[in-house]
C-alpha cells in the first residue's frame, strides 16, 4: 500500500462508527466574533456499531456532544463545523471516520478526532464491502476478483480502498493491471467507482511514474472507452481535456500507435467521436495528437 499519494479514507481511519442523533438542544444564533451568526448547542448521540477499532463505549451507549456552529441559515460557508455538515435531525444516522488516538466515543466525535461525518445509508454499503475484504486475509488476485464480482454494487469509496489494498502488486504486473482496468472501464461498474479507479491510477501514475509504457497506453484506452459512455458525461470532459492529455505527454509521449496498436476500432470511436461537434469536448492537444501529424504520429 505504500507509495501511492491516493489515500482511502476507509483505510486511513483508525476508528469508524456507526451513530444515530437521538435529540440536539441548541441556544439562538446570535452575533460571532468574526461578524457571522453563531450557535452553541448539544448532541445526544447513541452508538449503533463499531464498525472498525475499540471504544470504552458499548453498544447502545448514549453521548451529549458539545456542538458550535456558525454562518446561520443565510450564510454559505465552504466549512463551518463538523456536524453543520449534515443533519442533526432527531434519528439521522451517521457514520463517523475517526482517527482512534482515543477510547472514548464523546471525544472522538469532536473536530479534533473525527475527520469525516456522512450519512449512513450513502456510506454504509462502500463501507461493508470494503470491511469484508479486511475481514480474511486475501490475495492481490482474489480482492480483484471480488472488486469485479460487487462492481455494480461498490462505490468511489471503495474503489479507493481496493487501489491502496492492491496497488504495489497492480503497478508491477501488467496482467493485474490490466485486470483492474477492465473494471474500471466497464460500463456496468458503478460509474463514481470508474471515475474512482481512474483517477486513482492517474494520480498514482503522475506523481510517482511508477506505470511503464504499455501500461499508461492501457489507462488511456480505459479512459477512452469510459469518457465514450454516454453515462459518463459528468467525467468525460475531465478526461478529455486534463487527464488524457496530461497521460499522454509525460513523462515520456504516447503514440497513437501506443494506446491503438490492435485496436483500430477503438481509435475510429475515438476519431468519430471528436468529429461530432454535437457531442466533442476535446480540446486542442488532444486533437493535434489524434490527428495527422500530430503528437500521436
Known sequence: MSGTPVVSEIAAAGLIVHVRVEARQFGPWQPGPDHLPARAGTLDVRLLEVLQGTLTDPVGELV?????????????LDYYGLWSQVSTEAGSEL???CDGRTPHLADQLTEEHCGSLQPA???????RLALALRARPLTVDQILARAGQVRADG???????????????????PERFDALMRIAED????????????????EDASVTESLDTAQRARLARAMFRTALDPAQR????????????NLLATPHPLSTADVFAQRPELAA????????????AYGERLRQWLGPGGEGG
Open 64 to 76: 451529549r456532544i458539545p456542538v458550535a456552529e456558525r454562518g446561520g441559515q443565510d450564510v454559505v
Open 95 to 97: 457514520v463517523a471516520l
Open 121 to 127: 445509508p450513502a456510506m454504509l454499503p462502500d463501507l
Open 155 to 173: 462505490g468511489a469509496r471503495f474503489a479507493r480502498f481496493v487501489w491502496v489494498q492492491v496497488r504495489a502488486a497492480v503497478v508491477s504486473s
Open 187 to 202: 460500463p456496468a461498474t458503478r460509474t463514481d467507482a470508474q471515475a474512482a479507479y481512474l483517477r486513482a491510477a492517474y
Open 234 to 245: 459528468d467525467l468525460r470532459d475531465h478526461l478529455l481535456t486534463t487527464f488524457l492529455p
Open 269 to 280: 470511436r475515438v476519431r468519430a467521436d471528436d468529429a461530432d461537434d454535437a457531442t466533442s
